[in-house]
């Protein structure tokens, strides 16, 4: 065994432990030198967990067990933050893809309807539904947030899910996964949808403790997340393999006789329920245990994830992990064609079998925050599609742009208010009238557009964009009712500068700057 190996065991024992107290410490020595800091740094899971064991002995004895699983599963993380080396990967080895190992959704063949409903009855739907509308200027759950004919992304999810259950007489059962920021509020807005064919489940993703850039050191100094929570936070979507199994969901479904999930992020819109790709899960010749779907990347997609085979595995590259001369290849549409839109299909009896034999590996990923207090702090995270390369039978499909709409921004919100998509049970579907499949590129500037209420003050009424290229809107800009744009339109207004876009305008592959007023008399 090398001293790496037995590092790592060090750590793991002080890590992985049941967090009890008065085991005996590293002993510091003084230094300036490299030794120093490697003792430093193996000195830490013991310093954090005894910080720990003060976070779990002042938490009331009932509610302890709890505190101290959700505390095991950060040590362990923590642990592995210490031992593991950069999560770069090394560029020259990258291998080639293999053959048929990202498929074409227009190649897939449609189910026969007879099989659409016992494949249905095998599924579970789940929407990552942790976030908070804050980045938007809303309060509570991102999914309360309206988007389209006063409907949230909540309704339209449910509205989608009823009526598969309802055209195909199945049972798809809907799955919140939560974190401790929106399970209070959610399970208030869920109340309205009881008398509907459709059951909806959720559980709550684990909360972590944020530390101390500096020291390492937990940042809160009690367990009621409640009452602080600036230091607690939701370690990413990762997180949905252990709180899930542990929620008591991935056993119930298992035995119900459920074979898949589809997990999608609650905010796009166009991560419904494919036939096509159902079909080809249960009628591949291997089912896989893992299939993600990709599209194409455009200009504005070249910072997102893609995949590609290493050491012998697929797995998603994300650009955190791309060596930095290397990452303008990697942002290569021609290099790279395709990028992750985080909706996947996972077998659930694979789920259980990875995490019973200990084989669930995904890269951490390190979120550097600043509290309101100026103090720098830490989040370690993991994503939910890095735990491709655990799987086995794994590949990506390329999927049309349709089922990949997030709303991210208010940018996104002027294409999914608009008169480019029409809404069908919950779908939005691109308008026929649209004569190119893309959607147009958007860009609103954040100071004057970046809030929901502040982008609806500026619309009269969401423009006619059917014809539309390429918007950029920047500064001091409102629009009249019934405004049509074409082409490529950019429409800068100046510091000090306004600019009012008259009702009934017809912008066609114009640029409008300076200071423009239109009043109505």
Sequence with gaps: MDNKEQAVLEINKFCLGSLDKGEQKHKREPSGSKEFHEITKRDAPARLRSELDKLIEEHPEKLREECRKELNGFAELFGRYLSESSTEIKWEAIQKLPPNSILQHADLPSPSMENVKDMLNKLVMIKLNGGLGTSMGCHGPKSSITVRNDLTFLDLTVQQIQNLNKTYDTNVPLVLMN???????????????????????????????????????????????DKDSQGWYPPGHGDFYKS???????DKFIEEGRTYCFISNIDNLGATVDLNILNHIFHSQVEPEFLIELTDKTKADVKGGTLIQYQD?????????????????????????????????????????????????????????TLDNGASVIQLETAVGAAMKSFNGCIGINV??????????????????????????????????????????????????????????RFASIPDILDLDHLTVSGDVTFGRNVVLKGTVIIIANHGDRIDIPSGAILENKIVSGNLRILDH
């Design 313 to 369: 595995k697929l797995r998603i590259l994300e650009i955190a992990q791309v060596p930095k001369e290397h990452v303008d290849d990697f942002k290569s549409v021609k290099t790279f064609r395709y990028f992750n839109t985080n909706n996947i299909w996972i077998q659930l009896p694979a789920i259980k079998k990875v995490l019973e034999q200990g084989l669930l590996n995904m890269e951490i990923i390190v979120n550097p925050k």
């Design 400 to 457: 049309p742009r349709r089922r990949f709409l997030p709303v991210k921004k208010t940018s996104d919100m002027l294409l999914v208010m608009s008169n480019l998509y029409k809404l069908s049970n919950g779908h939005l579907v691109m308008s026929p009238d649209r004569l190119f499949p893309t959607t147009p590129l958007v860009k609103l500037g954040d100071r004057h557009f970046s809030k929901v209420n502040e982008f609806l003050n």
């Design 244 to 250: 899930f199994k542990n929620s008591g969901l991935l």
């Design 179 to 225: 974190s401790f920021n929106t399970s209070e509020e959610t399970a208030k807005i869920i109340q309205r949808y009881e008398g509907l064919q459709l059951q909806i489940y959720t559980f709550s993703q684990s909360a972590y403790p944020r530390i101390y850039k500096d020291t390492l050191l937990p940042v809160p100094k009690n367990c009621v997340v």
